[in-house]
């Protein structure tokens, strides 16, 4: 049990060299916080395969999530807003 405990704690400090080029070294800003999570709950989940994979879904979900954010309201949806609480 320790040395399977220790194969996986190797490689997943290994991960850590390979995903941080691949995710911070193309310029995506995305916080260490969340490529951590990423890859733990990869691999929890979904084994070797899931270390990588889990911290790239993750990473796209945080962006798209702050886009969506920092989104300004369109004056259409304001004005439809603003059409209806006239009316109610």
Do not use: C, H, Y
């Given at each position: 049990?320790?040395?399977?405990?220790?194969?996986y704690v190797f490689v997943a400090g290994?991960?850590?060299?390979v995903l941080k080029p691949l995710l911070?070294?193309?310029g995506v800003a995305v916080p260490?916080?969340?490529?951590?999570?990423g890859a733990l709950g990869g691999m929890v989940t979904g084994g070797i395969i899931g270390?990588?994979?889990g911290p790239v879904l993750l990473s796209v979900g945080y962006q798209?999530?702050?886009r969506?954010?920092?989104e300004p309201a369109?004056?259409?949806?304001?004005?439809?807003?603003?059409?209806?609480e006239k009316h109610a």
């Open positions: 049990m320790t040395v399977i405990f220790s194969v290994l991960a850590d060299n911070l070294g193309r260490m916080p969340v490529v951590l999570i270390l990588f994979i798209l999530f702050w969506w954010v920092r369109k004056p259409e949806r304001l004005k439809e807003e603003q059409q209806e």
